[in-house]
C-alpha cells in the first residue's frame, strides 16, 4: 500500500515536498514513480526512482529531484518554483506485473494547492 | 515523444448498453504497455487493461481491451451502474516513462 503526505497549500515560487510511505514492501526492484492530475486532465508522469537510479519528465526536470529514504520504504519529491499551473492531486504509484509495467498500486493522493 | 489521444470526449449510454472507448497513438507501439484504468470522483485511477488485453485481478469480464499498433480500444458491455466513469489509456515506454491519455468520460444518458 502506497500513502502520500504533504503541505496542501504551498505559496508561490516556493518548494513542495511530498513523501509516499510504502508498506507491505520496500522499494527494491521495481520503478516507484510520482505523478499529479489537473482537474479535468489525464494523469501526467512525473518522476520514478528505482534502486539503480531515477529520471524525470523532460518538461518538469529541471524543477524536480526524487529520493529515497535509507529506510527503503519512503520515497520522496522536491519540486521548485511552484506557480498556480502545479497546483493539482499528487499521487505515488507503482505496478506489480513485472511484463506490462502498467500502474496498479496507487496511494489515494494528496492535493497541492498553489496560493498565496 | 508518444501522444496518446482519446475519443469521444463523452459517451452518453443507458444501463445495459455497451461502450467503445477508443485510444489512439501518435507512432506505433508496443501493445504489451498499453494499458486502460478508470477513475471515479474523488479516487486514485484503477487498473482495467494492461497488455493491451488482459483484465487485471478483480476486473468483471464485461471489460474487454484489443488493438495493436497505433489503434487501441476499450469495450464495456453492459454497462452497469458503476461504471459511469473517467477512463484512461496510458502507455509505458522503456525509456522509463510513462504517458497517459486525456480520457474518456461515461455518463448516464
Known amino acids: 500500500q502506497l500513502q502520500e503526505s504533504g503541505p496542501g497549500l504551498v505559496s508561490p515560487s516556493e518548494t513542495l515536498a511530498l513523501t509516499c510511505s510504502v508498506s507491505g514492501d520496500t522499494i527494491a526492484g521495481y520503478y516507484w514513480t510520482w505523478l499529479r492530475q489537473s482537474p479535468g486532465k489525464g494523469p501526467e508522469w512525473i518522476a520514478y526512482?528505482?534502486?539503480?537510479?531515477?529520471g524525470y519528465n523532460p518538461s518538469l526536470k529541471s524543477r524536480v529531484s526524487i529520493s529515497v529514504d535509507t529506510s527503503n520504504t519512503q520515497f520522496s519529491l522536491r519540486m521548485t518554483s511552484l506557480t498556480a499551473a502545479d497546483t493539482a492531486i499528487y499521487y505515488c504509484a507503482t505496478y506489480s506485473s513485472g511484463w506490462s509495467r502498467a500502474l496498479d498500486i496507487w496511494g489515494p493522493g494528496t492535493k497541492v494547492t498553489v496560493s498565496s | 515523444e508518444v501522444v496518446l489521444t482519446q475519443s469521444p470526449g463523452t459517451l452518453s449510454l443507458s444501463p445495459g448498453e455497451s461502450a467503445t472507448l477508443s485510444c489512439r497513438a501518435s507512432q506505433s507501439v508496443s501493445s504489451t504497455y498499453l494499458a486502460w484504468h478508470q477513475q471515479k470522483p474523488g479516487q486514485a485511477p484503477r487498473l482495467l487493461i494492461h497488455?493491451?488485453?488482459r483484465r487485471a485481478t478483480g476486473i468483471p469480464d464485461r471489460f474487454s481491451g484489443s488493438g495493436s499498433g497505433t489503434e487501441f480500444t476499450l469495450t464495456i458491455s453492459r454497462l452497469e451502474p458503476e461504471d459511469y466513469a473517467l477512463y484512461f489509456c496510458?502507455?509505458?515506454?522503456?525509456?522509463?516513462?510513462?504517458?497517459f491519455g486525456q480520457g474518456t468520460k461515461v455518463e448516464l444518458k
Open positions: 497488455g493491451s488485453s
Open positions: 496510458q502507455l509505458y515506454t522503456t525509456a522509463p516513462t510513462w504517458t
Open positions: 526512482v528505482t534502486y539503480r537510479g531515477s
